[in-house]
């Protein structure tokens, strides 16, 4: 598991925290006055998770609220997990030409079977196939000319009318490559989203990467898109026909925000909306699956 360094932005982050509001953080951890009640001696701990800050109010504050306090404090929620909004958190709303170097490789990429994007996917306790998932061998990363070729999983990222983008996953055998940031998206994503299985009997669940929302797909069933970013719930469309929508987020900053945002988002008359989260803290969905096949495993 990556461990979070104390020279991560993060942690720079979680000290201001501490420091801002009359607490100490040191290492990993630190406590501070809890900015979601009137709090005159340190009771909110903060810690360094995986992919985000996390916090425990010892008062009881629930952590939607000490977030939303937090952000009134300056700390706006993106600035708490790893990953910051992207150019597409502007106009979600506006038509999105499709990247046509995006396309181009889509339609180059060949069928999941037998290729190592299966042998990866099969590494994470992910068994299921999708469409929208297919494998190229020669996938281009860098600018023309000084462009290397290596194989990845490539995801169609797709709005009604088709694809519009793609997401590639950078593969060393059965395993993500070991550069920095293996996983890019190449065109702009709008409101599109990795469709990997269509919604059914008008239910539908999103999730913030494509294992977690396959990993979500196998463990109960319901039709998972991935919508590539926890800031991007609320900016991914999602179809009125949905009656029933299910947030799959992962059990820590990052999800809170991916919550908050996707209950304001998706509310309509005749939709309910849950919200999902693996049992353990700092864990997300295909944490869970692979959890989930051990205790299998184990009986």
């Known amino acids: 598991m990556p461990v979070v360094t104390t ?3 993060l942690a720079e982050t979680a000290r201001r925290i501490c420091e801002s509001r009359g607490g100490k953080w040191s290492g990993t951890k630190g406590m501070a006055c809890c900015p979601a009640h009137n709090d005159r001696t340190p009771s909110l701990g903060v810690s360094l998770g995986r992919k985000a800050i ?14 939303a306090a937090l952000a009134r404090d300056g700390f706006e929620a993106p600035a708490l997990f790893s990953g910051s909004a992207t150019a597409d958190h502007c106009e979600p709303t506006r038509i999105r030409k499709p990247s046509a ?5 889509w339609r180059e990429a060949q069928a999941l079977r037998a290729s190592p994007a299966k042998a ?3 590494s994470r306790g992910i068994l299921a196939a999708s469409p ?8 281009p990363l860098g600018p023309k000319g000084r462009s290397r070729f290596l194989p990845a999983m490539i995801a169609a990222v797709s709005l009604d009318e088709g694809p519009i983008a793609i997401h590639r996953t950078f593969l060393s055998g059965n395993a993500k490559a070991g550069f920095d940031k293996p996983k890019r998206a190449l065109g702009a994503l709008g409101a599109a989203a990795v469709r990997l299985f269509a919604p059914a009997s008008g239910k539908l669940g999103l999730a913030e ?13 319901i039709p998972v898109w991935a919508t590539l ?19 799959f987020v992962d059990h820590d900053a990052g999800g809170e925000l991916a919550a908050s945002r996707g209950l304001a988002a998706y509310a309509r008359d005749g939709r309910t909306i849950q919200v999902r ?6 864990t997300d969905w295909n944490d869970e699956l692979t959890a989930w096949l051990h205790r299998k495993a184990a009986q």
Do not use: W
């Open 7 to 9: 020279s991560h932005p």
């Open 54 to 67: 996390l916090f425990h109010c010892f008062a009881g504050c629930d952590q939607q609220n000490v977030l």
């Open 101 to 105: 170097a995006a396309l181009r490789i």
């Open 120 to 122: 990866y996917l099969e």
């Open 132 to 139: 929208a998932l297919r494998f190229h061998p020669r996938t």
């Open 209 to 221: 990467g494509i294992e977690s929302a396959m990993s979500a797909y196998a463990l109960t069933g």
């Open 229 to 247: 970013g926890n800031e991007r719930f609320g900016i991914v469309s999602v179809p009125e026909s949905v009656t029933e929508l299910h947030l």
């Open 277 to 282: 989260k693996p049992y353990a803290p700092d």
